[in-house]
């Protein structure tokens, strides 16, 4: 998709970056072994990218739409997108929660066969929560912020955005 925003543009490419994380993650836990061949050096790498994630990035993001994007969507009339957007994010810091504990012992090698599958159903969950919320931002969000953010503003919300 084109946006004509920076901030539509810079959130649209960490959506895609998301999604590739995510679609890995999936893909990779899925057909991940238990025990010792849990440790390969590519499942770590990849978890230890997801644990990052859900360390800062998910935060990072869900706060900087709450904090200056889903007022302005609310003050424009769109009140009900921006507080669906927002439950969404609750529902996944949730799950995120839950599942930072995981992914931090499977990247030191302390996860036992027990957590392994439970590291598997939660990454599952994750994956499908972000994604489904990822779809509504790209469709009902980025392309608002074409109408709501009026250049000046545009370029002091991506600046800031970008300097985290």
């Keep these: ?15 895609r970056a998301n999604l590739d994380l995510l679609g890995r993650a999936e893909q990779t836990l899925a057909r991940a072994p238990r025990g010792e061949g849990a440790r390969a050096p590519d499942l ?9 994630n859900l360390e800062q990035d998910i935060e990072r993001h869900f706060g ?14 769109d009140g009900a997108i921006a507080m669906l957007l927002t439950e969404e ?3 996944i810091r949730a799950v995120a929660e ?7 012992a499977a990247a030191s090698g302390t996860l036992d066969g ?7 159903r939660g990454t599952l969950e ?9 779809q509504k931002e790209e469709m009902a969000l980025l392309p608002m912020l074409d109408d709501l ?16």
């Design 89 to 91: 994010h609750e529902a």
């Design 44 to 52: 770590i790498k990849l978890i230890a990218a997801l644990t990052r």
């Design 64 to 77: 900087f739409e709450e904090r200056e994007l889903f007022p302005r969507m609310s003050e424009a009339g």
């Design 126 to 134: 994750l994956v499908e929560r972000q994604v489904a919320h990822i």
């Design 1 to 15: 998709m084109n946006f004509s925003s920076k901030t539509s543009h810079t959130l649209h490419e960490e959506h």
């Design 149 to 164: 953010l009026d250049d000046e503003t545009d370029a002091r919300l991506a600046f800031d955005y970008a300097a985290g």
């Design 98 to 104: 839950e599942l930072l504990p995981l992914t931090r």
């Design 114 to 120: 027990v957590g392994w599958d439970a590291l598997k």
